[in-house]
Protein backbone atom coordinates (compact mmCIF):
# COMPACT_ATOMS: atom_id res chain seq x y z
CA UNK A 1 0.00 0.00 0.00
CA UNK A 2 1.36 3.31 -0.87
CA UNK A 3 0.52 5.89 1.84
CA UNK A 4 1.21 9.81 3.07
CA UNK A 5 4.66 8.33 3.99
CA UNK A 6 6.06 7.41 1.01
CA UNK A 7 8.23 9.89 -1.43
CA UNK A 8 7.60 7.76 -4.90
CA UNK A 9 10.49 7.79 -7.89
CA UNK A 10 9.54 7.16 -11.17
CA UNK A 11 12.37 5.18 -13.79
CA UNK A 12 12.01 4.70 -17.04
CA UNK A 13 13.40 1.06 -16.57
CA UNK A 14 15.85 0.50 -19.79
CA UNK A 15 16.57 4.13 -19.51
CA UNK A 16 17.85 4.13 -15.58
CA UNK A 17 20.73 2.01 -15.59
CA UNK A 18 22.24 -1.05 -17.66
CA UNK A 19 23.24 -3.71 -14.92
CA UNK A 20 23.16 -6.94 -17.13
CA UNK A 21 25.36 -7.04 -20.42
CA UNK A 22 23.30 -10.44 -21.67
CA UNK A 23 20.24 -9.12 -21.97
CA UNK A 24 20.81 -6.26 -24.13
CA UNK A 25 19.67 -7.79 -27.23
CA UNK A 26 18.72 -4.83 -29.91
CA UNK A 27 20.49 -2.22 -27.61
CA UNK A 28 21.18 0.68 -29.83
CA UNK A 29 22.04 3.95 -27.27
CA UNK A 30 22.69 6.15 -30.06
CA UNK A 31 18.67 6.01 -31.22
CA UNK A 32 16.76 7.28 -28.56
CA UNK A 33 13.76 5.13 -29.87
CA UNK A 34 15.60 1.88 -29.30
CA UNK A 35 16.58 -0.60 -26.12
CA UNK A 36 19.49 1.38 -24.37
CA UNK A 37 20.00 -1.81 -21.54
CA UNK A 38 18.40 -0.53 -18.37
CA UNK A 39 16.91 -3.26 -16.37
CA UNK A 40 15.71 -5.04 -13.00
CA UNK A 41 19.80 -5.53 -12.04
CA UNK A 42 20.73 -2.02 -12.71
CA UNK A 43 17.74 -0.62 -10.59
CA UNK A 44 18.88 -3.35 -7.70
CA UNK A 45 22.46 -2.17 -8.29
CA UNK A 46 21.25 1.14 -7.09
CA UNK A 47 19.45 0.30 -4.27
CA UNK A 48 22.30 2.76 -2.00
CA UNK A 49 21.44 5.59 -4.33
CA UNK A 50 17.50 5.24 -3.86
CA UNK A 51 18.07 5.40 0.19
CA UNK A 52 20.59 8.46 0.18
CA UNK A 53 17.46 9.80 -1.77
CA UNK A 54 14.74 9.16 0.76
CA UNK A 55 12.85 7.18 -1.72
CA UNK A 56 10.56 4.66 -0.10
CA UNK A 57 8.59 3.47 -3.10
CA UNK A 58 10.01 2.91 -6.72
CA UNK A 59 7.53 3.25 -10.05
CA UNK A 60 8.77 0.83 -12.53
CA UNK A 61 7.53 1.51 -16.19
CA UNK A 62 5.77 -2.01 -17.83
CA UNK A 63 7.55 -5.22 -17.65
CA UNK A 64 5.17 -6.73 -20.35
CA UNK A 65 7.01 -8.18 -23.63
CA UNK A 66 6.96 -5.45 -25.86
CA UNK A 67 7.86 -5.08 -29.96
CA UNK A 68 10.86 -4.46 -30.48
CA UNK A 69 10.72 -2.84 -34.23
CA UNK A 70 8.27 -0.33 -35.40
CA UNK A 71 9.38 2.31 -37.80
CA UNK A 72 13.04 2.32 -36.40
CA UNK A 73 11.32 2.44 -32.80
CA UNK A 74 11.18 -0.13 -30.20
CA UNK A 75 8.97 -0.74 -26.90
CA UNK A 76 11.74 -0.12 -24.85
CA UNK A 77 9.00 2.35 -22.37
CA UNK A 78 6.78 -0.99 -21.65
CA UNK A 79 3.68 0.58 -23.31
CA UNK A 80 3.52 -1.35 -26.68
CA UNK A 81 3.06 -5.07 -25.38
CA UNK A 82 2.36 -7.91 -27.48
CA UNK A 83 1.91 -10.42 -24.49
CA UNK A 84 0.32 -8.95 -21.16
CA UNK A 85 1.39 -12.42 -19.34
CA UNK A 86 4.56 -12.36 -19.82
CA UNK A 87 7.71 -10.15 -18.80
CA UNK A 88 10.29 -9.06 -21.33
CA UNK A 89 13.65 -10.94 -21.54
CA UNK A 90 15.64 -7.08 -21.86
CA UNK A 91 14.59 -6.52 -18.04
CA UNK A 92 16.10 -9.94 -16.26
CA UNK A 93 19.30 -11.59 -16.07
CA UNK A 94 18.38 -15.18 -17.56
CA UNK A 95 18.14 -18.36 -14.69
CA UNK A 96 18.06 -21.92 -16.37
CA UNK A 97 15.98 -22.97 -13.43
CA UNK A 98 12.88 -20.26 -14.62
CA UNK A 99 10.66 -20.54 -17.64
CA UNK A 100 11.96 -18.03 -20.50
CA UNK A 101 9.34 -14.25 -19.43
CA UNK A 102 8.29 -16.22 -16.23
CA UNK A 103 6.82 -13.77 -13.66
CA UNK A 104 8.95 -14.25 -11.76
CA UNK A 105 11.62 -12.76 -12.46
CA UNK A 106 9.89 -9.42 -11.39
CA UNK A 107 8.61 -11.41 -8.09
CA UNK A 108 12.56 -11.88 -7.38
CA UNK A 109 13.05 -7.75 -7.90
CA UNK A 110 9.92 -7.34 -5.56
CA UNK A 111 11.46 -9.20 -3.26
CA UNK A 112 14.91 -7.56 -3.27
CA UNK A 113 13.44 -3.99 -3.02
CA UNK A 114 11.27 -5.27 -0.06
CA UNK A 115 14.20 -6.36 1.58
CA UNK A 116 16.13 -3.09 1.20
CA UNK A 117 12.67 -1.42 1.86
CA UNK A 118 11.31 -0.23 -0.61
CA UNK A 119 8.01 -0.86 -2.00
CA UNK A 120 6.87 -1.40 -5.91
CA UNK A 121 4.95 0.25 -7.81
CA UNK A 122 4.16 -1.81 -11.30
CA UNK A 123 2.81 0.12 -14.28
CA UNK A 124 -0.06 -1.37 -16.12
CA UNK A 125 -1.81 -1.02 -19.81
CA UNK A 126 -5.42 -2.43 -20.35
CA UNK A 127 -6.20 0.45 -23.16
CA UNK A 128 -4.04 -1.05 -26.18
CA UNK A 129 -1.94 -3.20 -27.76
CA UNK A 130 1.14 -2.36 -29.11
CA UNK A 131 1.61 -1.70 -33.23
CA UNK A 132 0.66 -4.36 -35.56
CA UNK A 133 4.00 -4.60 -36.01
CA UNK A 134 6.11 -7.79 -37.29
CA UNK A 135 7.03 -8.24 -34.01
CA UNK A 136 3.17 -8.97 -32.60
CA UNK A 137 1.84 -10.77 -35.85
CA UNK A 138 4.45 -13.61 -35.16
CA UNK A 139 3.64 -13.81 -32.34
CA UNK A 140 1.71 -16.97 -31.12
CA UNK A 141 -0.25 -16.61 -27.95
CA UNK A 142 -1.59 -13.28 -28.93
CA UNK A 143 -4.73 -12.62 -27.12
CA UNK A 144 -6.77 -10.42 -29.06
CA UNK A 145 -7.89 -10.01 -32.90
CA UNK A 146 -9.44 -7.47 -34.47
CA UNK A 147 -12.96 -8.19 -33.23
CA UNK A 148 -12.00 -7.08 -29.80
CA UNK A 149 -10.40 -3.41 -30.76
CA UNK A 150 -12.81 -0.62 -30.25
CA UNK A 151 -13.42 1.86 -33.68
CA UNK A 152 -14.81 4.78 -31.78
CA UNK A 153 -13.79 8.12 -32.14
CA UNK A 154 -12.55 11.13 -29.92
CA UNK A 155 -10.12 11.35 -27.25
CA UNK A 156 -11.68 8.75 -25.21
CA UNK A 157 -13.32 5.97 -27.53
CA UNK A 158 -10.52 6.48 -30.55
CA UNK A 159 -7.09 5.07 -30.63
CA UNK A 160 -4.36 6.62 -28.85
CA UNK A 161 -1.10 7.66 -30.99
CA UNK A 162 -2.63 4.99 -33.50
CA UNK A 163 -2.34 2.14 -30.98
CA UNK A 164 -4.61 -0.53 -31.14
CA UNK A 165 -7.32 0.52 -29.00
CA UNK A 166 -9.22 -2.66 -26.87
CA UNK A 167 -13.03 -2.36 -26.44
CA UNK A 168 -13.67 -2.85 -22.71
CA UNK A 169 -17.38 -2.49 -23.33
CA UNK A 170 -16.84 -6.35 -24.93
CA UNK A 171 -17.28 -8.56 -21.40
CA UNK A 172 -14.10 -10.92 -22.85
CA UNK A 173 -11.86 -8.26 -22.90
CA UNK A 174 -12.60 -6.54 -19.41
CA UNK A 175 -12.63 -9.70 -18.10
CA UNK A 176 -9.57 -11.15 -19.43
CA UNK A 177 -7.73 -7.96 -17.86
CA UNK A 178 -9.41 -7.89 -14.42
CA UNK A 179 -8.23 -11.49 -14.24
CA UNK A 180 -4.47 -10.84 -16.01
CA UNK A 181 -4.40 -8.27 -13.02
CA UNK A 182 -5.07 -10.64 -10.10
CA UNK A 183 -2.45 -13.06 -11.62
CA UNK A 184 0.49 -10.10 -11.61
CA UNK A 185 -0.76 -8.87 -8.09
CA UNK A 186 -0.65 -12.53 -6.45
CA UNK A 187 2.19 -13.79 -8.42
CA UNK A 188 5.18 -10.53 -8.09
CA UNK A 189 4.11 -9.05 -4.35
CA UNK A 190 3.83 -6.12 -5.85
CA UNK A 191 2.44 -3.10 -3.50
CA UNK A 192 0.75 -0.91 -6.26
CA UNK A 193 -0.17 -0.51 -9.55
CA UNK A 194 0.08 2.59 -11.96
CA UNK A 195 -2.65 2.08 -14.60
CA UNK A 196 -1.62 4.07 -17.75
CA UNK A 197 -4.31 6.09 -20.05
CA UNK A 198 -7.50 5.77 -17.51
CA UNK A 199 -9.74 7.94 -19.52
CA UNK A 200 -9.08 6.24 -22.47
CA UNK A 201 -10.99 2.96 -20.93
CA UNK A 202 -14.78 2.30 -20.75
CA UNK A 203 -15.92 3.11 -17.42
CA UNK A 204 -17.91 -0.67 -17.77
CA UNK A 205 -13.83 -1.69 -16.72
CA UNK A 206 -13.74 0.20 -13.74
CA UNK A 207 -16.67 -1.09 -11.85
CA UNK A 208 -15.39 -4.75 -12.67
CA UNK A 209 -11.70 -3.68 -11.57
CA UNK A 210 -13.61 -2.45 -7.92
CA UNK A 211 -15.94 -5.11 -7.84
CA UNK A 212 -13.32 -8.27 -7.81
CA UNK A 213 -9.47 -6.61 -7.76
CA UNK A 214 -10.22 -3.75 -5.20
CA UNK A 215 -12.33 -6.37 -3.03
CA UNK A 216 -9.61 -9.13 -3.23
CA UNK A 217 -6.70 -7.07 -2.98
CA UNK A 218 -7.19 -3.92 -0.85
CA UNK A 219 -4.13 -3.21 0.17
CA UNK A 220 -3.16 -2.67 -3.36
CA UNK A 221 -3.14 0.65 -4.56
CA UNK A 222 -4.60 1.58 -7.72
CA UNK A 223 -2.93 4.99 -8.78
CA UNK A 224 -4.54 6.63 -11.99
CA UNK A 225 -3.14 8.59 -14.68
CA UNK A 226 -5.71 10.59 -15.92
CA UNK A 227 -4.15 13.50 -18.23
CA UNK A 228 -5.77 16.24 -17.38
CA UNK A 229 -5.64 19.68 -15.98
CA UNK A 230 -8.98 20.26 -14.16
CA UNK A 231 -9.85 19.16 -10.73
CA UNK A 232 -13.44 18.29 -11.41
CA UNK A 233 -12.33 15.59 -14.19
CA UNK A 234 -9.05 14.03 -11.50
CA UNK A 235 -11.71 14.00 -9.00
CA UNK A 236 -14.39 11.74 -10.67
CA UNK A 237 -12.30 8.65 -10.67
CA UNK A 238 -11.90 9.07 -6.98
CA UNK A 239 -15.58 10.11 -6.46
CA UNK A 240 -16.94 6.84 -9.03
CA UNK A 241 -14.57 4.37 -9.97
CA UNK A 242 -12.81 3.96 -6.33
CA UNK A 243 -9.54 5.09 -7.58
CA UNK A 244 -6.81 5.34 -4.45
CA UNK A 245 -5.08 8.16 -5.94
CA UNK A 246 -4.61 10.00 -9.17
CA UNK A 247 -1.85 12.07 -10.45
CA UNK A 248 -2.33 16.02 -9.39
CA UNK A 249 -1.92 17.60 -12.90
CA UNK A 250 -4.03 20.55 -11.83
CA UNK A 251 -1.35 21.36 -9.30
CA UNK A 252 1.39 20.32 -11.17
CA UNK A 253 0.48 22.89 -14.23
CA UNK A 254 -0.56 25.29 -11.43
CA UNK A 255 2.77 25.21 -10.11
CA UNK A 256 4.64 25.34 -13.17
CA UNK A 257 2.58 28.11 -13.88
CA UNK A 258 3.53 30.29 -11.09
CA UNK A 259 6.77 29.27 -10.16
CA UNK A 260 8.36 28.77 -13.80
CA UNK A 261 6.18 31.26 -15.55
CA UNK A 262 5.62 34.08 -12.96
CA UNK A 263 2.01 33.71 -12.63
CA UNK A 264 0.48 35.43 -9.72
CA UNK A 265 1.13 32.73 -6.35
CA UNK A 266 -2.77 33.95 -6.08
CA UNK A 267 -3.22 31.27 -8.48
CA UNK A 268 -2.23 28.43 -6.20
CA UNK A 269 -3.94 29.81 -3.04
CA UNK A 270 -6.41 32.61 -2.03
CA UNK A 271 -6.19 33.20 2.14
CA UNK A 272 -10.11 32.35 2.01
CA UNK A 273 -10.97 35.17 4.38
CA UNK A 274 -14.32 35.69 2.43
CA UNK A 275 -16.62 32.98 0.69
CA UNK A 276 -17.06 35.19 -2.31
CA UNK A 277 -12.90 35.07 -2.54
CA UNK A 278 -11.66 33.36 -6.02
CA UNK A 279 -9.83 30.40 -5.18
CA UNK A 280 -6.39 29.09 -5.94
CA UNK A 281 -5.93 25.77 -7.09
CA UNK A 282 -5.20 24.53 -3.33
CA UNK A 283 -8.62 25.97 -2.37
CA UNK A 284 -10.44 23.74 -4.85
CA UNK A 285 -9.09 20.49 -3.09
CA UNK A 286 -13.27 19.70 -1.51
CA UNK A 287 -13.86 18.34 -4.59
CA UNK A 288 -11.67 15.58 -4.24
CA UNK A 289 -12.39 12.45 -1.96
CA UNK A 290 -8.89 13.25 -0.41
CA UNK A 291 -6.77 15.70 -1.36
CA UNK A 292 -4.01 14.33 0.75
CA UNK A 293 -4.16 10.82 -0.90
CA UNK A 294 -3.18 12.48 -4.98
CA UNK A 295 0.31 11.95 -6.20
CA UNK A 296 1.51 15.16 -6.84
CA UNK A 297 4.32 15.92 -9.33
CA UNK A 298 6.55 18.44 -11.41
CA UNK A 299 7.33 16.45 -14.71
CA UNK A 300 7.16 12.45 -15.87
CA UNK A 301 7.65 11.02 -19.14
CA UNK A 302 4.25 11.79 -20.69
CA UNK A 303 4.40 15.76 -20.48
CA UNK A 304 6.20 18.30 -23.10
CA UNK A 305 9.40 18.18 -21.52
CA UNK A 306 11.93 17.80 -18.20
CA UNK A 307 11.16 20.47 -15.90
CA UNK A 308 14.37 21.72 -15.55
CA UNK A 309 14.06 22.32 -19.42
CA UNK A 310 11.04 24.24 -19.09
CA UNK A 311 13.41 26.66 -16.60
CA UNK A 312 15.62 27.08 -18.66
CA UNK A 313 13.33 27.86 -21.24
CA UNK A 314 11.54 30.19 -19.48
CA UNK A 315 15.07 32.08 -18.13
CA UNK A 316 17.03 31.78 -20.64
CA UNK A 317 19.76 28.71 -20.96
CA UNK A 318 22.52 31.32 -19.74
CA UNK A 319 21.46 31.84 -16.73
CA UNK A 320 21.49 28.66 -15.08
CA UNK A 321 21.76 29.64 -11.22
CA UNK A 322 18.66 31.02 -11.61
CA UNK A 323 17.14 28.25 -12.83
CA UNK A 324 18.80 26.11 -10.09
CA UNK A 325 17.00 28.46 -7.44
CA UNK A 326 13.76 28.22 -9.32
CA UNK A 327 14.15 24.15 -9.39
CA UNK A 328 14.98 24.42 -5.80
CA UNK A 329 11.49 26.47 -5.01
CA UNK A 330 9.33 24.03 -7.28
CA UNK A 331 10.88 21.06 -5.00
CA UNK A 332 10.31 22.81 -1.54
CA UNK A 333 7.49 23.09 -2.50
CA UNK A 334 6.66 19.53 -3.88
CA UNK A 335 7.60 17.72 -0.57
CA UNK A 336 6.45 20.18 1.67
CA UNK A 337 2.84 20.65 0.47
CA UNK A 338 -0.24 18.35 0.79
CA UNK A 339 -0.42 15.29 -1.29
CA UNK A 340 2.34 12.04 -1.91
CA UNK A 341 5.69 13.67 -4.33
CA UNK A 342 6.25 11.74 -7.01
CA UNK A 343 10.00 12.45 -8.37
CA UNK A 344 11.23 11.68 -12.14
CA UNK A 345 14.33 9.95 -12.35
CA UNK A 346 17.06 12.67 -12.67
CA UNK A 347 14.89 15.82 -11.64
CA UNK A 348 17.19 15.41 -8.99
CA UNK A 349 20.38 16.66 -10.66
CA UNK A 350 18.73 18.65 -13.06
CA UNK A 351 18.05 16.22 -15.93
CA UNK A 352 17.46 17.96 -19.14
CA UNK A 353 14.80 16.85 -21.71
CA UNK A 354 12.84 18.45 -24.34
CA UNK A 355 10.11 16.31 -26.26
CA UNK A 356 9.58 12.56 -26.18
CA UNK A 357 11.74 10.58 -26.21
CA UNK A 358 14.40 13.50 -25.53
CA UNK A 359 12.63 13.46 -22.32
CA UNK A 360 14.07 9.88 -21.60
CA UNK A 361 17.50 10.13 -21.17
CA UNK A 362 19.77 7.68 -20.04
CA UNK A 363 20.75 8.69 -16.27
CA UNK A 364 24.02 10.12 -16.08
CA UNK A 365 25.78 7.96 -13.69
CA UNK A 366 28.86 9.31 -14.65
CA UNK A 367 28.37 12.40 -12.59
CA UNK A 368 28.47 10.51 -9.46
CA UNK A 369 30.96 9.84 -7.11
CA UNK A 370 31.59 6.09 -5.45
CA UNK A 371 29.22 7.71 -2.54
CA UNK A 372 26.33 8.52 -4.74
CA UNK A 373 26.65 11.99 -4.70
CA UNK A 374 27.20 14.41 -8.00
CA UNK A 375 31.35 15.37 -8.49
CA UNK A 376 31.41 18.60 -7.27
CA UNK A 377 32.48 19.51 -10.52
CA UNK A 378 28.80 19.40 -11.59
CA UNK A 379 27.73 22.20 -9.27
CA UNK A 380 24.29 22.26 -10.58
CA UNK A 381 23.33 18.53 -10.07
CA UNK A 382 25.07 18.73 -6.35
CA UNK A 383 23.19 21.43 -5.33
CA UNK A 384 20.28 19.93 -6.62
CA UNK A 385 21.19 16.81 -5.07
CA UNK A 386 21.96 18.39 -1.90
CA UNK A 387 18.59 20.07 -1.59
CA UNK A 388 16.43 17.14 -2.51
CA UNK A 389 18.07 15.06 -0.37
CA UNK A 390 17.28 17.70 2.73
CA UNK A 391 13.87 18.19 1.93
CA UNK A 392 12.79 14.38 1.60
CA UNK A 393 14.70 14.10 5.18
CA UNK A 394 12.54 17.17 6.95
CA UNK A 395 9.56 15.65 5.29
CA UNK A 396 10.32 12.16 6.80
CA UNK A 397 11.28 13.29 10.10
CA UNK A 398 8.16 16.04 10.13
CA UNK A 399 4.36 14.23 10.24
CA UNK A 400 3.18 17.73 9.77
CA UNK A 401 4.29 17.47 6.60
CA UNK A 402 2.45 13.97 5.74
CA UNK A 403 -0.78 14.61 7.38
CA UNK A 404 -1.21 17.73 8.54
CA UNK A 405 -3.45 20.62 8.09
CA UNK A 406 -2.65 23.21 5.21
CA UNK A 407 -3.01 26.57 5.80
CA UNK A 408 -2.35 29.53 3.99
CA UNK A 409 -1.37 32.17 6.27
CA UNK A 410 -0.67 34.76 3.71
CA UNK A 411 -0.01 35.57 -0.40
CA UNK A 412 -0.08 37.97 -2.95
CA UNK A 413 1.34 38.17 -6.38
CA UNK A 414 4.95 37.12 -5.47
CA UNK A 415 5.01 35.97 -1.61
CA UNK A 416 3.34 32.78 -0.64
CA UNK A 417 3.47 31.21 3.23
CA UNK A 418 1.58 28.50 4.66
CA UNK A 419 1.37 26.48 7.80
CA UNK A 420 1.40 22.53 7.83
CA UNK A 421 0.66 21.02 11.43
CA UNK A 422 -0.30 17.97 13.07
CA UNK A 423 -0.23 16.37 16.79
CA UNK A 424 2.09 19.16 17.80
CA UNK A 425 4.22 19.16 15.18
CA UNK A 426 4.26 22.39 13.17
CA UNK A 427 6.39 23.18 9.95
CA UNK A 428 6.17 26.94 8.11
CA UNK A 429 7.16 27.19 4.83
CA UNK A 430 7.68 30.69 2.66
CA UNK A 431 8.45 31.50 -0.60
CA UNK A 432 9.35 34.39 -2.87
CA UNK A 433 8.77 33.95 -5.98
CA UNK A 434 9.70 37.53 -7.07
CA UNK A 435 12.92 37.98 -8.78
CA UNK A 436 14.41 40.14 -6.43
CA UNK A 437 14.97 39.77 -2.53
CA UNK A 438 11.73 41.32 0.00
CA UNK A 439 13.18 44.91 0.71
CA UNK A 440 11.86 44.37 4.58
CA UNK A 441 10.83 41.98 6.41
CA UNK A 442 6.88 40.96 5.75
CA UNK A 443 5.43 40.34 9.16
CA UNK A 444 2.69 37.06 9.26
CA UNK A 445 -0.07 37.56 11.25
CA UNK A 446 -0.67 34.36 13.35
CA UNK A 447 -2.47 35.84 16.51
CA UNK A 448 -5.19 36.85 14.96
CA UNK A 449 -5.65 35.05 12.06
CA UNK A 450 -9.13 33.31 12.11
CA UNK A 451 -8.44 30.52 9.75
CA UNK A 452 -5.66 29.15 12.99
CA UNK A 453 -7.22 26.74 15.62
CA UNK A 454 -6.76 27.93 18.79
CA UNK A 455 -5.27 24.50 19.45
CA UNK A 456 -2.29 25.50 17.21
CA UNK A 457 -1.98 29.59 18.33
CA UNK A 458 -1.29 27.57 21.27
CA UNK A 459 2.00 26.47 20.35
CA UNK A 460 3.07 29.80 18.60
CA UNK A 461 2.88 32.11 21.76
CA UNK A 462 5.15 34.96 22.57
CA UNK A 463 8.59 34.44 22.38
CA UNK A 464 7.85 30.57 20.75
CA UNK A 465 10.95 29.82 18.43
CA UNK A 466 10.50 27.94 14.97
CA UNK A 467 14.10 26.40 13.77
CA UNK A 468 15.33 27.26 10.20
CA UNK A 469 15.59 23.73 8.69
CA UNK A 470 16.74 24.83 5.11
CA UNK A 471 16.55 27.61 3.12
CA UNK A 472 17.23 30.01 6.33
CA UNK A 473 20.25 30.65 8.68
CA UNK A 474 17.93 33.03 10.81
CA UNK A 475 15.17 31.28 12.60
CA UNK A 476 12.12 32.41 13.03
CA UNK A 477 10.55 34.39 17.11
CA UNK A 478 6.99 34.80 17.49
CA UNK A 479 6.85 38.42 18.38
CA UNK A 480 3.45 40.21 19.00
CA UNK A 481 1.28 37.54 17.57
CA UNK A 482 3.12 37.48 14.10
CA UNK A 483 6.48 36.39 12.49
CA UNK A 484 8.89 38.61 10.28
CA UNK A 485 9.89 37.07 6.70
CA UNK A 486 12.64 37.95 4.55
CA UNK A 487 13.72 36.21 1.66
CA UNK A 488 16.54 36.74 -1.12
CA UNK A 489 14.25 36.09 -4.68
CA UNK A 490 13.12 32.60 -6.04
CA UNK A 491 13.87 31.41 -2.71
CA UNK A 492 11.74 29.41 -0.11
CA UNK A 493 12.90 28.93 3.48
CA UNK A 494 11.24 26.23 5.40
CA UNK A 495 11.01 26.47 9.51
CA UNK A 496 9.69 24.03 12.44
CA UNK A 497 8.82 23.73 15.68
CA UNK A 498 7.90 20.72 18.08
CA UNK A 499 7.99 16.93 17.12
Not at 173 to 178: G, P, R, S
Not at 322 to 331: D, E, G, N, T, W
Not at 335 to 358: A, F, K, N, V
Request: proline fraction near 5%.
Amino acid sequence: MITQDDLIYFVVTDRFRDGDSNNNTGVDRQNPRKFHGGDFAGLEEKIPYFKKLGITALWITPVYLNITDFFDSAGYHGYWAIDFERVDPHLYTADPALAEHSRTYLKKFVDTMHGAGIKVILDMVVNHTGYHSPDYDAWPHKRFESHHFNRGEGTVEGELSGLPDLDHDQPDVADYFVQNILDWIEDTGIDAIRMDTVKHVEDAFWYLFKSQVKTRHPNITLIGEVLDWHPETIARYQQQHDFDTLFDFPLCGTLKGCLVWDQPMTNLARPRLHPDEPKGRLDQDKVYTNANRLVTLLDNHDLDRRIYTEILDRVGHWDRDLAVRILQLCLTVLLTTRGIPQIYYGTEIGLEGGRDPDNRRDMPWDIFTASHRPAAAHKEARALFDHFCALARIRKENPAIRYGYLLTLYVDRFIYVYLREFRGNLVLVALNNGGGPMQWPLPIELAGNGNIPSRIKAMLTEGAVLTALIGSESNLQVSGGKVDIQLAGKTAAVYGLGH
